[in-house]
T-cell receptor, first 112, second 109 residues
């Protein structure tokens, strides 16, 4: 079964702690993305990576960091510098030469 | 970022057609997309249309694109209760995608 997995589905953290969200894909896609979704809003791009060992900031990268050491994995760290980290985080991937993105099931992060 | 606008809610009766509308601003987008999101889930790609087309049909789904007015619509024929979800319009090229805020479709039995 090919697809994108995100774990865990729900994550709870105390304010001031860093937390890492997992995203894995077995679609052999080159590009991967992280989005944030807030209630009643569209998706906003945090970071994206077109190739291993390379990534670019999206529109709201402040307070987040990523790595892309393997083609199939693109973890997102939400740092304590992110002022409003509670949100639904979505990972996506895209095949080279194709325009459409495919999404994982999401991780809901709650920081108290 | 670019602006993608959608109305927030649409309510229809089961068996009727639903039409969800979207306006966008970036005329350079190569493709425009419709995604469906069910509660607590990720986005499911429903369909997409190349920017030089004006219509695409895929089973119960019909996408209409008016490039002059930068208007995109999704028509769902014979709407079912299982179609109740949030529908997102998006535009983009490769690494820059812009999403609307979503239209919540409520299908009444």
């Amino acid at each position: 079964d090919g697809g994108i997995t995100q774990s865990p589905k729900y994550l709870f953290r105390k304010e001031g702690q860093n937390v890492t969200l997992s995203c894995e894909q077995n679609l052999n896609h080159d590009a991967m993305y992280w989005y944030r979704q807030d209630p009643g809003q569209g998706l906003r791009l945090i970071y994206y990576s077109q190739i291993v060992n390379d990534f670019q900031k999206g529109d709201i990268a402040e307070g987040y960091s990523v790595s892309r050491e393997k083609k199939e994995s693109f973890p997102l760290t939400v740092t304590s510098a992110q002022k409003n980290p509670t949100a639904f985080y979505l990972c996506a991937s895209r095949d080279r030469g194709r325009y459409e993105q495919y999404f994982g099931p999401g991780t809901r992060l709650t920081v108290t | 970022g670019e602006d993608v606008e959608q109305s927030l809610f649409l309510s229809v009766r089961e068996g009727d057609s639903s039409v969800i509308n979207c306006t966008y601003t970036d005329s350079s987008s190569t493709y425009l997309y419709w995604y469906k999101q069910e509660p607590g889930a990720g986005l499911q790609l429903l369909t997409y249309i190349f920017s030089n087309m004006d219509m695409k049909q895929d089973q119960r789904l019909t996408v209409l694109l008016n490039k002059k007015d930068k208007h995109l619509s999704l028509r769902i024929a014979d709407t079912q209760t299982g179609d109740s979800a949030i529908y997102f319009c998006a535009e983009g090229n490769f690494n820059k995608f812009y999403f609307g805020s979503g239209t919540k479709l409520n299908v009444k039995p």
